[in-house]
C-alpha cells in the first residue's frame, strides 16, 4: 500500500472508526435451518392491476409476493389465471419430465457419461409455468437453469441427451459444454457461459420486433446473482428508454454458487425492486407456485403486447440441490435449509392442487412418473 | 439537418471527404435494406460527433436511425439481440477507446455466435468506431486497439484509408454475414494526412481516391490495394500510416512497394507474400503500441512464409508501449522521423 499522507490538522474523526460490512448467510454447514424471518404472504391476497398501469402505481408489488396456491391446495385471489385441468396435468407432466430428465443426467454425468450437468430442480415451475404463459413463437433468452423451455416447447429430448453427451447426432457438433442448448426452430437463443449477457440481447431482439411492427415479444431469465453484472443494468435502462416488448426474469433461487443472494445485494431490498429506479413494472412471486409464475408472465406478456412496455419479474425460490455436477453445497450451507424452505416444492404443490379439486390421482400420479422414468431411460 | 454534400469539381468528377463517404454507405444500404439500422451516441436527430450520421435520422425515419443510451456494453448487446432477429445492426462506438465496455459482447457473444449455435443464428452487425492518434486526443480519443480484435477468432478486422474504400468497404461490412470492426482513422476523415505535422493539412479533394462514385459498389474484404509498386522493399500499413508510409517514401525517393492491407482479419496474406518475395524486404508500420500488435502477428506471418527471400530482418516501426501521450503527441506518432531510420536500416545492406 502507498504510504498515506499525513492528515491535515482540520480533518474530520469517526467516531466509531469505519467498518466494513461482509454479508453473510443465515446458516452454515451443520447450523439448523429456521426461515421464520421470511414474510410468506398468504395466498391471494393482492389484487390484479390492469396491464397497462404506470409502473409507479404498483410499486407495492416490487415488495410483495404474489402468491396463487394457499395451504389448502386451492386456488385464491384476482391472480388465479383458471387454468383448465387438462392445461394444469399438462404443466404438472412437463414439470415432472424436467425433473427426472435432471435426475437422470446428473446420474449420466456421475457415471461418465456426460463431463457435466446443471440440474434446476426446485425451480422447475419457473421455466415451465413461465414457458406455458408465452407464445410459442415468442423468442426466450434463457440462462442455463432453463430446460423446462425446452421441454414445454417440445425440444426431443434425445436431441437434449446428444448436446450433452456431445455425439455424432449433437446438433451443436460438439462445440458447446452441456446443457449450453440452442434451437431456432424452437425459438430458444443458444446458452452462452457469460453470465447476463442474454438480457440486452433479449432487449434488442424485443427492439427488433417493435422496429418491424411484429407481434412477437422476448423473455430473458438470469440468476439473482447475475443481477450484479453490468449488463442487466444495461437491459434494464434500454429496455425502458425504448419500452421494449420485454420480460426479464430473475430466478432469485438464494444461491450464486457458494454466495448467498445477500451479495447480490439481497439484504437491502428485493430483485423485483430493482425495476422501480428504471421506471420499469416489477412484480415479485412465489417461484414455486405455478398458477403465480403462469400468471405474472400472463401479465407481464399482455403488457409487452400492448405496447406497454417491459416487466422484472422476481422469482422468488430455491435452488435445491447444488449448483453443477461439479458442487457440493454441504460446503457452505445448511443440509437443511431444503426441508425448511417454506415456499415446498413447485411439483408437490400443483399435484396437491390437482387432486384437491379432484383432477388427479395417486393412480394417474404413479402411471405418470412411470411414463417419465421410460421416457429418460 | 443537411446532408454533407459532395463537391463537384471541373472534371464533374464526384469527390467527398471520408465523412461524405462514409455517410453514403449507411445512406445507401438503409435504402437498399430495411434490416438495416445504425444506432448509437448522438448519431440520431444530432447526426453523430464526426458527423457521418448527418441526415440519415431525417431521412430514413427514428426507428431505423437512432439514439442511444451511454452504454457500449448496452449497445453492443441489443445490436447481438437484433441480428439474432434477422436485422442488420450498424451500432457505432464514438471513439475507440470506449468500445472496451462493450468487449464481452463482443468477444464472448458476436464472435462466437455463429460458432457456439452450429449457424443457427448470426451476428451480422457492423460496429464503426473513430480510431487512432494524431490529432492531440491524448490517452482516451487515440488508441489504436485493432490487435485486440484480430486476436478474437470469429470477428473482422477492416481499416479503410481513402474515401473510395470507405464506402465501398463499409457496404461490403454491413452485407457481410459475421460481426466486422470497421475502424476510421479521424486523423484522415477530412484529408489525408502525410506525417509532416508542420506542412498545411490537404483537403481529399486534392486526392486521386476522393473520387466516389455513386450509388451502391463494395469492396470485398480480404483484398490489399497496392498502394504504388517497387522493388525496394514491401511496405505494410493500414489507415492513416498508409499516407505517412507513402509521404515518406516519396520524400526519400525509396521505390518502395506500399500495400494497403484494408482488412486485417481476413488478411490478404497472398499480395503480403508475393510482394515480399519480389522486395525481399519488409516494413510494417502502425499506430498501435509494439508488443502483440498487429505488426507482430505481419512480421511472424512474413518471417514464415517469406524467409528464405528476406534480406534483411522484418522492422517494425509502432506507437510506444506507453498509453498515448496529450502534448508528447509528435514524439509518440510514428512519423517520418522513424519511419525513415526504418527505411534506412532495412535498405543497409
Known amino acids: 500500500m502507498a504510504k498515506r499522507p499525513e492528515k491535515p490538522a482540520h480533518s474530520g474523526h469517526n467516531k466509531p472508526a469505519l467498518a466494513l460490512h461482509v454479508p453473510e448467510p443465515k446458516f452454515r454447514p451443520g447450523d439448523a435451518a429456521d426461515f421464520s424471518h421470511l414474510e410468506i404472504p398468504q395466498a391471494g391476497l393482492l389484487t390484479r392491476p390492469d396491464e397497462t398501469i404506470h409502473p409507479s402505481e404498483i410499486g407495492d408489488f416490487a415488495y410483495g409476493l404474489i402468491r396463487v396456491l394457499g395451504d389448502d391446495n386451492l386456488a385464491h385471489g384476482a391472480w388465479d389465471p383458471k387454468l383448465d385441468p387438462d392445461t394444469l396435468r399438462t404443466m404438472l407432466g412437463h414439470m415432472a419430465l424436467v425433473r427426472a430428465f435432471d435426475e437422470r443426467m446428473f446420474r449420466g454425468q456421475r457415471q461418465g457419461k456426460t463431463s457435466f450437468y446443471m440440474k434446476c430442480t426446485g425451480e422447475e415451475a419457473t421455466s415451465v409455468a413461465a414457458a406455458m404463459a408465452l407464445a410459442s413463437d415468442d423468442m426466450v433468452f434463457p440462462s442455463y437453469r432453463q430446460q423446462g423451455i425446452l421441454i414445454v416447447r417440445g425440444y426431443p429430448i434425445v436431441d437434449m441427451i446428444n448436446q450433452i453427451y456431445s455425439n455424432k447426432a449433437d446438433k451443436l457438433k460438439g462445440r458447446q459444454l452441456p446443457i449450453m442448448y440452442s434451437s431456432r426452430e424452437h425459438s430458444f437463443f443458444s446458452i452462452s457461459g457469460n453470465l447476463a449477457t442474454q438480457c440486452p440481447q433479449a432487449v434488442g431482439w424485443a427492439m427488433a420486433s417493435a422496429i418491424k411492427g411484429d407481434t412477437r415479444i422476448a423473455a430473458t431469465w438470469l440468476g439473482e446473482g447475475s443481477t450484479a453484472e453490468g449488463d442487466f443494468h444495461s437491459a434494464c435502462t434500454f429496455a425502458t428508454v425504448y419500452n421494449a416488448p420485454v420480460i426479464l426474469n430473475v430466478i432469485n433461487n438464494q444461491w450464486a454458487i457458494s454466495s448467498f443472494s445477500g451479495f447480490a445485494g439481497a439484504e437491502r431490498t428485493t430483485f423485483a425492486a430493482r425495476a422501480l429506479g428504471y421506471g420499469m413494472a416489477g412484480l415479485r412471486v412465489d417461484g414455486n407456485d405455478v398458477l403465480a409464475v403462469y400468471a405474472a408472465m400472463q401479465w407481464a406478456a399482455n403488457r409487452a403486447r400492448a405496447n406497454a412496455g417491459p416487466t422484472l419479474i422476481e422469482h422468488f425460490t430455491y435452488r435445491a440441490e447444488g449448483h453443477s455436477t461439479s458442487d457440493d453445497p454441504s460446503g457452505y450451507r445448511s443440509a437443511h435449509e431444503r426441508e425448511e424452505w417454506p415456499l415446498g416444492d413447485p411439483i408437490m404443490r400443483l399435484k396437491k392442487h390437482l387432486i384437491a379439486i379432484g383432477e388427479w390421482d395417486l393412480e394417474r400420479q404413479a402411471a405418470m412418473d412411470l411414463d417419465c422414468a421410460e421416457r429418460v431411460k | ?349
Open chain 2, 1 to 349: 439537418m443537411k446532408k454533407p454534400r459532395a463537391a463537384v469539381t471541373a472534371d464533374t468528377e464526384r469527390r467527398l471527404n471520408m465523412i461524405e463517404a462514409i455517410n453514403e454507405a449507411l445512406d445507401i444500404m438503409l435504402a437498399r435494406d430495411p434490416d438495416v439500422i445504425v444506432m448509437g451516441e448522438d448519431v440520431g436527430f444530432f447526426g453523430g460527433v464526426f458527423r457521418c450520421t448527418a441526415g440519415l435520422q431525417e431521412k430514413h425515419g427514428k426507428t431505423r436511425v437512432f439514439d442511444t443510451p451511454i452504454s457500449e456494453c448496452g449497445i453492443i448487446g441489443v445490436a447481438v439481440g437484433m441480428g439474432a432477429y434477422g436485422l442488420r445492426p450498424v451500432p457505432e462506438i464514438q471513439f475507440a477507446d470506449y468500445i472496451y465496455p462493450g468487449l464481452d459482447q463482443l468477444i464472448s457473444e458476436a464472435a462466437r455466435l455463429r460458432y457456439r449455435s452450429a449457424c443457427e443464428y448470426i451476428a451480422p452487425l457492423t460496429v464503426r468506431s473513430p480510431f487512432g492518434g494524431g490529432i492531440f486526443g491524448g490517452q482516451t480519443h487515440s488508441q489504436s486497439p485493432e490487435a485486440i480484435f484480430t486476436h478474437v477468432s470469429g470477428i473482422k478486422t477492416v481499416i479503410p484509408s481513402t474515401p473510395y474504400d470507405a464506402k465501398g468497404l463499409l457496404i461490403a461490412a454491413i452485407e457481410d454475414n459475421d460481426p466486422v470492426i470497421f475502424f476510421e482513422p479521424k486523423r484522415i476523415y477530412n484529408g489525408p494526412f502525410s506525417g509532416f505535422y508542420d506542412k498545411p493539412v490537404e483537403p481529399w479533394k486534392r486526392h486521386k481516391d476522393s473520387v466516389v462514385p455513386e450509388g451502391y459498389y463494395r469492396i470485398p474484404l480480404g483484398k490489399a490495394r497496392i498502394v504504388r509498386e517497387g522493388e525496394a522493399m514491401t511496405v505494410l500499413a493500414y489507415g492513416t500510416m498508409v499516407h505517412v508510409a507513402e509521404a515518406v517514401c516519396i520524400a526519400k525517393g525509396i521505390d518502395a512497394e506500399i500495400l494497403d492491407l484494408r482488412t486485417l482479419i481476413p488478411l490478404d496474406i497472398e499480395a503480403i507474400e508475393a510482394s515480399v518475395r519480389k522486395t525481399g524486404r519488409c516494413m510494417i508500420v502502425h499506430e498501435a503500441t509494439r508488443t502483440s500488435g498487429f505488426g507482430a502477428e505481419l512480421s511472424a506471418l512474413v518471417t514464415e512464409r517469406c524467409f528464405y527471400h528476406l534480406e534483411a530482418p522484418v522492422e517494425r516501426v509502432t506507437g510506444f508501449d506507453t498509453p498515448y501521450p496529450h502534448s508528447l503527441e509528435w514524439a509518440y506518432f510514428p512519423g517520418p522521423v522513424r519511419i525513415g531510420e526504418a527505411i534506412d536500416k532495412l535498405l543497409k545492406d
